[in-house]
């Protein structure tokens, strides 16, 4: 009988001696290595659409960090371009995306080409399976539906997403037209990521916080409640992560209502809050170190790691940061902390 990896075991709810870890945006700008490759395409999508080039920098972090965990390299608005809509990323300037605020826009998105058009992640994903390490885990993921909704409504990055939220209170049943699609292509999407090897499953929802509770209920909870249904009917044996950034408040009846694996816990969160949420005893937690403490004082990032190993008691959980490093992170922090946390027992 093969022995269950440290990750799936604990996403689980099996708590081991050893907390698994793994970090959001652990592939990217703080590595000199992945710049190389992404210096070599024609852009930041070329990179998510060659699997070649995108599963050699989802293996990147883990040569240097022995991370339980290797996130899948691609993003979460491949879903729109898989839609039909267009994506693009400029140089410096981050997402542009077509603006999808019309009932003929939202009616035009195009279910059926999901899979053809998101084909080469799923390639990405066998070819990270062929030379990931045999302890590591890979972990598939996608947007939340809200937070997609969040570009295609307002077309860029944004700290408000005003353009959506308006929408949302204008146009309720347009914006739960679009909502039903991008939950729908989630579900193929993911489906897809789990048939060609993926391990367990985060769903990123990073502007879940922008909402009331009322909102967050229909735009963050209900759709992530409808993934999680459909992925345990098809695949039951797979963990699901749920990282509801800002949820705070919202966490409980989040975690209780979708009925993730796993709640994953920001940096604004306490890991105590966070267990208190739990709504059964294998239900699990994942946080929640604040990556600028990553990024910008190590000493502090170090205690702050032990403080939060030592507030999980002996409870199943995975280390990782509340929210995804930043391009500065130094590559020496990023190695104390993941030496202190391989190295710690509880
Ligand atoms: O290492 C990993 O975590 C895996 C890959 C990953 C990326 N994006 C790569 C990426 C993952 C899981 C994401 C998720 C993602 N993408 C989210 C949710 C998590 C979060 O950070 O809140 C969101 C909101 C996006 C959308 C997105 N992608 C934005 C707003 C930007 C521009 C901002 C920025 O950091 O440049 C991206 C680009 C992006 N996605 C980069 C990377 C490595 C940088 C692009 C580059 O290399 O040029």
């Not at 796993?262 to 105590?272: A, L, R």
Request: charged content about 20%; hydrophobic content about 45%.
């Amino acid at each position: 009988m093969s022995k269950e990896k440290i990750l799936i075991a604990a996403l689980k709810g099996i708590a081991g001696e050893r907390v698994p870890f793994w970090f959001m945006r652990q592939a990217g700008r703080y590595l000199p290595e992945y710049k190389r490759v992404r210096a070599s395409t024609k852009g930041f999508l070329d990179l998510c659409f060659t699997p070649e080039k995108a599963a050699e920098v989802t293996l990147q972090p883990l040569r240097r960090f022995h991370m339980d965990g290797a996130i899948l390299f691609s993003d979460i608005l491949v879903i729109p371009h898989g839609l039909g809509a267009n994506v693009a990323f400029a140089e410096g300037e981050g997402p542009i995306v077509e603006v999808c605020d019309t009932r003929e826009k939202i009616m035009a998105l195009d279910l059926s080409t999901v899979r053809t058009k998101l084909a080469p992640v799923a390639e990405t994903v066998r070819l990270v399976k062929e030379s990931l390490p045999e302890e590591a885990t890979l972990i598939g993921f996608a947007g939340g539906p809200w937070t997609v909704a969040c570009y295609m409504l307002q077309g860029r990055s944004g700290k408000e997403f005003a353009a959506a939220r308006a929408f949302a209170i204008r146009e309720p049943r347009l914006m739960q037209r679009l909502i039903d699609t991008l939950t729908e292509a989630t579900i193929d999407y993911l489906r897809m990521q789990i048939d060609a090897g993926a391990e367990a499953i985060q769903i990123f929802d990073s502007w879940a916080g922008l909402l009331t509770p009322d909102q967050f209920a229909l735009w963050v909870t209900a759709p992530t409640q409808k993934i999680v249904e459909a992925l345990n009917k098809s695949h039951p044996h797979i963990p699901i992560i749920g990282f509801a950034k800002g949820a705070a408040l919202q966490l409980k009846p989040y975690a209780q209502q979708t009925g993730v694996n796993c709640i994953g816990v920001d940096q604004q969160t306490s890991m105590e809050f966070a267990l208190h949420c739990r709504t059964n005893p294998l239900q699990t937690v994942q946080g929640n170190l604040d990556p600028l403490l990553m990024a910008f004082d190590r000493d502090e990032a170090l205690r702050q790691t032990e403080a939060i190993l030592k507030s999980l008691g002996n409870m199943p959980a995975v280390f990782n940061v509340g929210h995804g490093f930043i391009p500065e992170t130094p590559i020496e922090n990023v190695e104390a902390v993941s030496e202190f946390v391989r190295a710690w027992r509880r």
